[in-house]
């Protein structure tokens, strides 16, 4: 007679025991599932790592709290073995899912910033064709209109024709200027500069530098002086050092009022050889300190057309391509408010001693 026949009853199949203990594993899951949800919920975008380390934590203490509750808390030899795979699990798991969250928050946070950076440059194009575009229709229209009035015999004294001719003259000179200034920039963004690179004292380029805008300062009513302590010699090439010093200097007399100085100073500080253009500008605003290399950025100032012919307000450029040509040379270079107006600073390699 067989054990059926005996007990009087038949062994529970699968979907029963499964029917039987469904609800002690639910009822002891599911809070702990429901208490990972509310935990990934606080942590929201903050740390990837932690929301990885949850997502496989909650599923492990969950099946564990279900085993737990289906046998009723008794420490059997099968409760026992779960625990154990459980356990190994954990250690295999939770550093595997620490190493992942690193890695996705890695990447996310690299592409979060190529996404801004992006978005920053789309904006910074706009703006600089937008302005661009004023800059070359404003000399444009006013080298036609000119043009016009001389061919048309509409200026016949010869005082105003010389006085039409200058201005056109001082009109192509400023679109040539900016013309340069885009070409250079397009080089320096596009990685195509080419340096030939010499020892170069810095005082010397600093003291040409200086004399060639002399005579603008003069006629603004503004100082220049330059100080001098040591002989710093940095590897570099010197066109573009020029380039460097001449578009700090003239962009601190564009902006230092009549009666101000604008002081150049050499220094060296360590393996760094040091130029310092201080101006008295009145500082500029904290929130575009950031902004002051940005191509096209002129601030609100700068917008307002200048009299004089040789200081045109600028493109925009002038800072931009000095902190391109400054890093060319794997220097640094940094505004901050100082004194009586701002200081631009730039900090270049010495050349190795000979």
């Known amino acids: 007679m067989s054990a059926t026949a005996t007990t009087g009853r038949a062994e529970p199949t699968v979907l029963e025991h499964a029917l039987h203990i469904a609800p002690y594993a639910i009822a002891f899951s599911l809070p702990v599932a429901l208490l990972g949800a509310i935990v990934l919920r606080l942590l929201g975008e903050r740390s990837l790592v932690a929301s990885t380390t949850v997502l496989v934590l909650v599923p492990l203490a969950?099946?564990?709290?279900?085993?737990?509750?289906?046998?009723?808390?008794?420490?059997?030899?099968?409760?026992?073995v779960t625990l154990l795979v459980c356990l190994l699990t954990a250690v295999v798991t939770v550093p595997t899912a620490v190493l992942l969250g690193r890695a996705i928050a890695r990447r996310s946070v690299w592409e979060r910033q190529a996404r801004d950076r992006e978005r920053a440059a789309e904006a910074s194009r706009r703006e600089l064709v937008a302005w661009i575009s004023h800059d070359l229709r404003s000399p444009l229209a006013g080298i036609r209109a000119m043009a016009e009035a001389l061919a048309d015999g509409v200026v016949v004294r010869p005082d105003e024709v010389t006085d039409y001719a200058d201005r056109i003259g001082t009109e192509t000179r400023r679109l040539s200027q900016l013309v340069n200034d885009l070409f250079e920039l397009s080089r320096i963004t596009a990685g195509a500069l080419r340096l030939t690179m010499s020892a170069v004292p810095?005082?010397?380029?600093?003291?040409?530098?200086?004399?060639?805008?002399?005579?603008?300062a003069q006629r603004k009513?503004?100082?220049?002086?330059?100080d001098v302590s040591g002989w710093p010699v940095v590897l570099g090439s010197d066109p573009e050092l020029a380039r460097v010093v001449r578009n700090l200097v003239s962009n601190a007399i564009r902006h230092t009022p009549p009666d101000g100085t604008v002081a150049v100073r050499i220094d060296t500080a360590g393996a760094e050889a040091l130029i310092q253009v201080d101006d008295a500008c009145g500082g500029i605003p904290e929130?575009?300190?950031?902004?002051?290399?940005?191509?096209?950025?002129?601030?609100?100032?700068?917008?307002?057309p200048?009299?004089?012919?040789?200081?045109?307000?600028?493109?925009?450029?002038?800072?931009?391509?000095?902190r391109g040509l400054v890093e060319a040379h794997q220097g640094r270079i940094v505004a901050h408010n100082h004194g009586p107006g701002c200081r631009f600073e730039v900090r270049l390699p010495l050349a190795p001693a000979s």
């Open 306 to 322: 200048t009299t004089d012919p040789d200081q045109p307000a600028g493109a925009g450029l002038g800072l931009a391509i000095a």
């Open 62 to 80: 969950a099946e564990l709290a279900g085993v737990l509750g289906v046998t009723g808390f008794m420490f059997t030899p099968t409760l026992t």
């Open 221 to 226: 009513g503004v100082g220049l002086r330059a």
């Open 202 to 216: 810095l005082p010397e380029v600093v003291n040409d530098a200086v004399t060639a805008q002399l005579p603008v």
């Open 287 to 304: 929130q575009d300190l950031s902004r002051v290399f940005d191509v096209a950025f002129r601030g609100t100032a700068a917008r307002t």
